[in-house]
């Protein structure tokens, strides 16, 4: 998953300014809605994401003045759509978009930040650590098919609900999160303005895999505009999935290149 936005390296010796992560007057009351009296936590993770996630490229420069717009009501809108004391899997976490803002807004959730580079891994894990969310929240180095099939030694890992936000396109993204998601439970997976034609474009591919007709949810419908769009998947067959080599069997050239 790439970082959000401008990835264009900072100038030397500027560094960046923690008051662009302040929550904007006309922002509070959808922040109050969606955090409740969480959202000092919420404060706190929009402030790393304006320091340390741009300073480690996991967040561009020009995106820090709209985290809390574009990024976090944005993923905290998607958390009507999962049951309470619900397990979570967000693949391709990057930094932490949307599962570290399911796990602030909702308490009651059990979430896995699924990320395979380790630059990200490190800043999830410290940001974990720091917000104090280590007994519901853990963090899981490697690809979509490799904590599905624990080919790395931990895992295998599924449940209910599995997010993914700016991943890929539906089918591969389908490909890589039916396989973790218990039958019955569901992809979210939150996209833009492409949302109704790629159901139209891989709807065939998704039900090869077992997945449900795809549907498209908009979420914080009068909370936040526009609301988070996501297309929702269940998963109501289970199919063979390729298994992935393990760690002994992968060649000389050392770790598969992450998507």
Known sequence: ?????????????EAPDPATA??????????????????ELAAAYAELLATD????????????PRIWDRHLLNCAAVAERIPPDASVLDVGSGAGLPGLVLAIARPDLTVTLVEPLARRT????????????AKMVRVFRGRAEEAATGSTGVGPFS??????????????????????TVRGGRLVAMKGASADDEITEHAEAVAKLGGGEPTVQRCGVGVIEPPATVVEIVRERVVNQP?????????????RRAR
């Open 159 to 180: 449940a209910d609900i599995v997010t993914a936000r700016a991943v890929a396109p539906l089918d591969r993204l389908a490909a890589w999160c039916l396989p973790l």
């Open 243 to 255: 298994r992935v080599k393990s760690a002994a069997k992968r060649s000389r050239g050392g770790r």
């Open 122 to 133: 490190s800043f999830l894990v410290e940001v974990v650590e720091n917000l104090g969310l």
């Open 22 to 39: 302040t929550l904007p007057p006309e922002l509070a009351e959808a922040a109050r809605v969606l955090f409740g009296d969480r959202l």
């Open 53 to 64: 996630g741009v300073v480690r490229g996991l967040i561009g420069p020009r995106e820090a």
């Open 1 to 13: 998953m790439p970082p959000l936005g401008d990835d264009s390296p900072r100038p030397t010796g």
